[in-house]
Nanobody
Framework: QLQASGGGLVQAGGSLRLSCAAS????????VGWFRQAPGKEREFVAA????????YYADSVKGRFTISRDNAKNTVNLQMDSLKPEDTAVYYC???????????????????WGQGTQVTVSS
């Protein structure tokens, strides 16, 4: 099971730190992704950290502002979000892919397990 937390209301330019915790699996041996879904829009890729080596991938819209990281001691994957913009407002989901091909890391269908989501609202 995956549990996403850390969402909330923040002003534009502010920061939030999301966390994804897991029970029954170890993040270090899985690729973990963050996705988001704004009202009326499709769910989209935000960031991912690969199980082997820890390579990271980001959507162009968040590159340079968001940072994904893995805390092996706590078995969590975090998404540090800085310089937030109103267009970052969405429900954010974490997802796990035990087996993934790197070229599919941005695809929803590559992930097998999903958390329940946490709301992020950025006011202008």
């Amino acid at each position: 099971q995956l549990q996403a937390s850390g969402g909330g209301l923040v002003q534009a330019g502010g920061s939030l730190r999301l966390s994804c915790a897991a029970s029954g699996l170890t993040f270090n041996s899985n690729t973990v992704g963050w996705f988001r879904q704004a009202p009326g829009k499709e769910r989209e890729f935000v960031a991912a950290i690969v199980r082997s080596g820890g390579s990271t991938y980001y959507a162009d819209s968040v590159k340079g502002r968001f940072t994904i990281s893995r805390d092996n001691a706590k078995n969590t994957v975090n998404l540090q979000m800085d310089s937030l913009k109103p267009e970052d407002t969405a429900v954010y989901y974490c997802a796990v892919a035990p087996r993934i091909i790197i070229m599919t890391v941005r695809l929803l269908g590559a992930y097998d397990y999903w958390g329940q989501g946490t709301q992020v609202t950025v006011s202008s």
